[in-house]
Structures are given as structure tokens and as C-alpha cells.
């Protein structure tokens, strides 16, 4: 880590940020901000596209998941940088504290470059896979949507096949979608499109 997320993690945390193997009950994400509508981020990163797709839409609250503490550190400095009061940073596994959740409490859930897990034998640690495709679905509003983007094309295509099973989801665009202007492109993105790696995008609407 470097110093600057270091001392925005210290600093930040108490007033931003959310353990969740510390939740002992249900958890509502209404509670962390102005109840307005919440977006939550599995797996920010070192939180660039999260800190810039919560700067250009103030309406609605970013609740961002993350296990890695410098992207913790990172977005939280970013958070403070661009005073961004409509992010909150949660530390921990994104499927525990979605599980926590009341049913229909999100507007939209973010799932950008999950780990592909390209080895058969590993697909089962695949986010996108049936039984979590229906929890996450399940705290969505209806009308609220799932967004999906990967660099691998093998896992591009079992997302789309699972989105696509699921009955209370709509396919958005009927197969992969262009490529949203609100999703920023981020360092990782550019490396993908250097080695030359096809970026997939997939939005589904709950019915």
C-alpha cells in the first residue's frame, strides 16, 4: 500500500466504510447513505471506475465491495479527493452481505472483470453462476439492472447463458451489449484491449 492509502484508510474507514464479517443481522444498504437509490460494485478494484461512475451520477448511492485492502485504501482516497459523499466501501465476501440483504433494495448490481476462474475444475468459484445470479437478482427492484463485463470470451459466453436462463431476467440488448458510455475504462480494460482481449458487457433488467 501506498502512503496516501494508507492514511486514507485510517482516516476514512469509521465514517465510510463497512466490515461485513462484522454484520450480525440483516442488513439494509438504505441505511448507509440518504436513501436515495443504491448501486452496488462487486469487486472495485482500486476503485477508479467506481469513484468516477459515482461523480458523474450524484442521484444515487455506490456501495462498493472489495477484499483487497490498497483497493480499499485507493478508492477511499479517491472518495476524499473528489468529496464524493454518495460512496460507501464495504471490506469482506460480496455474497455474505448481499444474503444480508432485504429483497428488492437495489437498483442496480455491478459485476466488472470477476475473476474468471478459467480452469474447469475452478468454475464453481465463478460469481456469475445460477444460484448467485438469483440472489442477486432477488435484491434487485424490478426494473433494476445486473451488468456484467469480462475479458474472457469462455467466461463472456456461460454469463450470457446463465443471464439468459434466468426467468425473471430480461436481456437489455438480446446478446451482448455495446459498450455502456457510463462504464469508465479502466487501467486493467486498457491492458486487456493491448493484449488484444474482446471486452464483453452484458445487461439484464429484472422483470
Known amino acids: 500500500m501506498t502512503g496516501r ?21 440483516p ?28 461523480g458523474a451520477d450524484p442521484d444515487r448511492d455506490y456501495l462498493a465491495v472489495e477484499v483487497h485492502t490498497p483497493g480499499i485504501g485507493n478508492l477511499l482516497e479517491l472518495v476524499e479527493r473528489h468529496g464524493l459523499g454518495n460512496v460507501r466501501v464495504a471490506r469482506g465476501d460480496a455474497l455474505e452481505l448481499v444474503r444480508a440483504m432485504p429483497e428488492g433494495c437495489l437498483d442496480a448490481v455491478h459485476v466488472f472483470f470477476p475473476d474468471p476462474w478459467p480452469k474447469a475444475r475452478h468454475h464453481k468459484r465463478r460469481i456469475i453462476q445460477p444460484v448467485h445470479v438469483a440472489l442477486l437478482r432477488s435484491r434487485l427492484r424490478p426494473g433494476g439492472t445486473l451488468h456484467c463485463a469480462t475479458d474472457w470470451a469462455e467466461y463472456a459466453e456461460a454469463m450470457r447463458a446463465t443471464l439468459t436462463a434466468d426467468p425473471e431476467l430480461v436481456d ?15 487501467k486493467f480494460e486498457r491492458r ?12 439484464h433488467r429484472r422483470r
Open 192 to 203: 486487456a484491449l493491448t493484449a488484444g482481449r474482446e471486452i464483453f458487457d452484458l445487461v
Open 27 to 54: 442488513f439494509d444498504p438504505a441505511s448507509l447513505g440518504r436513501g436515495a437509490p443504491v448501486v452496488l460494485e462487486i469487486g472495485s478494484g482500486m476503485g477508479d471506475a467506481t469513484a468516477a461512475m459515482a
Open 172 to 186: 437489455v440488448h438480446g446478446g451482448f451489449a455495446p459498450r455502456p458510455a457510463h462504464r469508465p475504462v479502466t
Open 5 to 25: 492509502q494508507t492514511d486514507a484508510l485510517q482516516r476514512l474507514w469509521p465514517a465510510y466504510g463497512l466490515d461485513i464479517a462484522a454484520l450480525d443481522g
